[in-house]
């Protein structure tokens, strides 16, 4: 079956003629529902099997109705419900799986997930999340709606409750925040090169997925696979789907948290690629660097700054005549490349060139040579390559979905790579972006401008190229097609209210790929093809973890490459839409993400450019990149926006054990980097439109100042205690979540650890190498939520101790990244892990080795009044110490514990064991041991604690809390 992981057995099922709970028709809709009723059905173990035929037709205006129809229900993935409804005849596109990069499926049995009922007559279909009954509201259903399948629009609706926030559905700029709009407007879903400053209309990707969430937290997701052309309507009380072509294939995902929905999305469409650790560092691009002189003057001036850079990037300026793969040979010669190179790479620096789609028309141009001879190229409606008008000038576009191009792709890459060493790839232009617009465009000399089109350009309506014609079937008169193709009955929201053309700045739909599909159906999917093809390149040249930077995406394209948000303007209101930009990739599956900061468009000014940097160093990917007209935005160039570039990125770079971490997790679960605050407390509505804050992970809180002049910002705190990045001062939303207006002065950000947390910590450092190789200090927020140590008195049973605890528990998120036990007659406690490798490998499953797990707790006062504090290092390793993994492990240097009592502290030691028994102790002395009153912190400091698989060690120290009487010997001094 097509998508399918495994086979399991199906839920309940149930004809019904009412739809329990939650949604229905309303008077905005009272009449038009139904067009189909089963006439055929088949329920077997694994699936559902029906015929569709049409009962009465709608929408004539819309072409005629697709007759008959199957349907098919089955569970693809756990928590996972796929329904498809594609013609009985064939013949209609549907994108193949092999583009998506899926984890391995399950057999897991469903039978207590959904309930899925089935009405005959008319046709519809719902879908109840089981863990509610069937009182619940429905996580999809068609009741009282309308389905349309025609030879070029096929529509679907799902009433989905007024109280849901809805997200996803993108791309475009959200003017109006992250949560959807339920207000009618038409999102339209075709990929076109808009500059992102644009809001609100369609830009550079499509991801047909929408999150629900309902105000109790609970969660579930609906993606419509389908890659042709479409809007996404959301109305108060449903989602309507209208689409010019392929099939209705939708996965529905039944939660129940938001991390749960991403799990499960990317269980379908792949999950997200784990970067190689250098590409987590800072990044600098300029379009306009004219020679490589300037370019490395730039990394120097970093280095003499000292701002942390660990990737210069170069725009087409390296290109000779803005060819793919080579370089101009005076400004950017081969040779001061490669000694710029080398010594870029001696630094433990990288280098990221820009490629574009289009290929030049230039005989004796290699990559053009060898595509004509290897046949790679996209033709147009007269069987020729076609040809389009890019940065080159006259250009041809590769087809990335044939093997052919992609083997084609890797001798090009190679040849570059040994022409200049770079690092990864920067993937531009790849909606595709074409400078004309027309069926088939000549040859001509150039114009006066390379951005407007010169090339004589005109439509063709006659019959196809030979294509298939799959988008519709063999129905069609092929003399009609084109036309037909060009201007479908149904115009998408193309650009907005403008409704433009199909082919508007694009190859024509009608050009047909090597296999004979066409544009119309493959366009959306042409950059996840490109990154794909990328991908596949870099791994089988460097034989490394690929770094790939695409500007065009779908549904699926965080398996493969990064996303930057596009061509956004140096305003204020970009900065504030950034964070719901990011969010939006982030919960269609493509995590590792971020703007251009200070803005690429237009000039900008120290105030502004010190606040985004402030907020950018948080981004996933975190890169200053400016236009060729604009002026110079390096770091360096004002004394704000550095001092504000080394702390925000001087924290950055000291996070990274625990950023890499956290991408480590995203890479095995799909959850987003750069989270919305509802991923940790759905249960909180406030957090459903919170979209000016974000959280890295589970336990990061970032709180920037979007407005110009404004020295504060009134962050939302969860509920939680929460503890500064910067001077570990207390915010206590223990009660519940709170407002606090913070103190942010220029070149300031507020960033906040949630208690609960261990988090893992490198050196200062300005690159990435120098912090991976160095030594760990744990920054220890202890969960003391609900906790009153006045009243947690010595000998308190341990029956209380625990009610407290659980009550302290409550307060923290609904879902963490790690297991977190809690230990017996613990009073306080924290954890997290850290993932290591060599930042390179291409091998990242099976790393039980690769993680060192941390776990902090206060024990209950025993009847001596003696608290003891311990930091436990350990690997969890199903295999014993076989599982462990060749990983260089940085020395604990520090550790820094927050939230613990004011107490004098008695003895301190170090104790090591193995898998066999401990291997030995050694004491901590009073000199190592600080109480920094002003911040409530104990610290320990120059431990020089070797990790090692499998060895576990614990730093344990015991407590006398201030005014009791101890009756160990206290070894220590009372703390301030």
Sequence with gaps: MPGS??????????????????????????????????????????????????????????GRDVNPLKLLVNASHPDTLHLKISPVVGGRWDIPDDYFLRPEGTSEAIEKVFGICLDE?????????????YTSAPLF?????????????MEVTSLIPKEASLYGAGEFTPSK???????????????????????????????????????????SGILLLNSNGMDIIPEKDRITWKAIGGVLDFYIFAGPTPADV??????????????????????????????????????????????????????????????????????????????????????????????????????????????????VFVKDATGAPYIGQVWPGPTHFPDFGHQSTVDWWKRQIAAAHELSAFDGLWIDMDEVSNFCTGEVCELAPPGPSMTNCYLPCHNKLGPSNGSTGAA???????????????????????????????????????????????????????????????????????????????????????????????????????????????????????????????????????????????????????????DINGGYQELYRWEAVAGAARTALGLRYKMLPTLYTIFKHSRDTGAPIARPLFFGWPHDPITHTTDAQFLLGDSILVSPVLHEGANSVKAYFPQGKWYSAFDHSEVDASEGGKHVELSAPLGKIPVHILEGSVLPMGPPGTTTAAVRTGSLSLLVALNTSAMSYSTDKPGQDIATSRRLLHQQARAGPAVRDHSCPVP??????????????????????????????????????????????????????????????DVAWPAVENVTILGHPRASIGKVELVTSSPSGPLGAADVTPDQVSWHPESGALMFTSLDLTIACPTSAQLRWEICEEGEQCFSPALGRVMG
């Design 5 to 62: 992981m495994g086979v399991v057995r199906l839920a309940a099922v149930c004809l019904c003629l009412v739809v329990a709970g939650g949604a229905h028709a309303t008077d905005e809709h009272p009449t038009t529902f139904g067009s189909y009723k089963i006439v055929e059905r088949q329920d077997q173990e694994e699936c559902i099997e029906a015929k569709l035929d049409i009962q009465r037709g709608v929408l004539p205006d819309l």
């Design 121 to 133: 007559s008319p046709f519809a279909i719902t879908v109840h999340p089981l863990r509610g009954g």
């Design 141 to 153: 259903t068609t009741n009282k709606t309308q389905l349309v399948f025609k030879d070029q629009y």
């Design 177 to 219: 925040g992250f949560r959807l709009q339920r207000n009618g407007k038409p999102i339209a879903l075709w990929n076109r090169d808009m500059q992102a400053k644009f809001p609100d209309v369609n830009l550079y990707g499509s991801r047909p997925f929408v999150m629900s969430v309902l105000p109790d937290g609970t969660a």
């Design 262 to 375: 991403m799990r499960q999305l990317t269980a379908v469409v792949g999950r997200p690629h784990l970067p190689p650790y250098w590409s987590l560092g800072f990044h600098n691009c300029k379009w306009g660097y004219k020679t490589v002189e300037e370019a490395e003057e730039v990394v120097r001036n970093y280095s003499r700054a000292g701002i942390p850079l660990d990737t210069m990037w170069t725009d087409i300026d390296y290109m000779d005549g803005n060819r793919d793969f080579s370089l101009d040979p005076v400004r950017y010669a081969e040779p001061k490349m490669k000694a710029f190179l080398d010594r870029l790479h001696a630094a433990n620096q990288s280098w990221v060139p820009i490629i574009d789609a289009g290929i030049k028309v230039d005989p004796g141009y290699p990559a053009y040579d060898d595509g004509i001879a290897s046949d």
């Design 472 to 626: 519709l079937g063999d129905w069609w008169p092929s003399a009609k097609q084109n036309a037909s193709l060009r201007s479908p009955p149904y115009a998408i929201h193309n650009g907005g209210d403008e409704r433009l053309p199909l082919d508007t700045k694009t190859m024509p739909v009608t050009a047909s790929n090597l296999d004979g599909t066409l544009q119309y159906d493959t366009h959306n999917i042409y950059g996840l093809a490109e990154a794909k093809a990328t991908h596949e390149a870099l791994v089988a040249i460097k034989q490394t973890r690929p770094f790939i930077l695409t500007r065009s995406t779908f549904i699926g394209s965080g398996a493969y490459a990064a996303h930057w948000t596009g061509d956004n303007a140096a305003t204020w209101d970009d900065l504030r839409w950034s964070i719901p930009g990011v969010f939006q990739s982030g919960v269609t599956g493509i995590p590792f993400v971020g703007p251009d900061i200070c803005g690429f468009l237009g000039n900008t000014t120290e105030e502004l450019c010190a606040r985004w940097i402030s907020v950018g160093a948080f981004y996933p990917f975190s890169r200053d990149h400016s």
């Design 824 to 885: 017996e007659r613990s009073r306080a406690h924290a954890c997290g892990s850290m993932f290591l490798d060599d930042g390179l490998q291409l091998q990242v499953t099976g790393a039980e080795g690769h993680v060192v797990k941390f776990a902090a707790s206060l024990a209950a006062a025993d009847a001596n009044g003696m608290i003891q504090g311990a930091v436990d290092l350990s690997f969890a390793l199903s295999d014993g110490p076989a599982a462990c993994a």
